[in-house]
């Protein structure tokens, strides 16, 4: 189960934005990828939604990344956070494999 703070619906609503995606990153470095193995939330849509499975929860969209599989143990909470005022989306609940 999908879980989001009032203060993610909050911020959200001020950027306009009623969509996100978790999806697993891809980093590209001397054309070389690696794969980080904790998914990341993004406020945006997918360019093409056949690779996401879409859900909406408190009126958010939710586009997850077929690739990435939500834990039967706990939920998946997006909560807001903030460092040094910069405010950033963030997804918990996931556990990375060794």
């Keep these: 189960m999908i879980v989001i703070t009032e203060k993610a619906i909050n911020f959200l609503n001020k950027k306009g934005r009623r969509e996100v ?3 697993y990153p891809e980093y590209r470095a001397s054309c070389e990828c690696a794969f980080v193995q904790v998914p990341e939330i ?3 849509k997918p360019k093409t939604e056949e690779n996401y499975c879409k859900t ?3 009126g ?3 586009f997850l990344s077929k690739q990435v599989a939500l834990p039967a143990e ?3 909470t997006i909560d807001l956070d903030s460092f040094l005022g ?3 989306l963030t997804v ?3 556990k990375s494999e060794d």
């Design 92 to 94: 918990s609940g996931f």
């Design 56 to 58: 909406v929860v408190d």
């Design 42 to 44: 993004f406020a945006k």
């Design 21 to 23: 995606i978790i999806e």
């Design 86 to 88: 910069i405010k950033s």
């Design 74 to 76: 706990n939920d998946v």
């Design 60 to 62: 958010v969209e939710v």
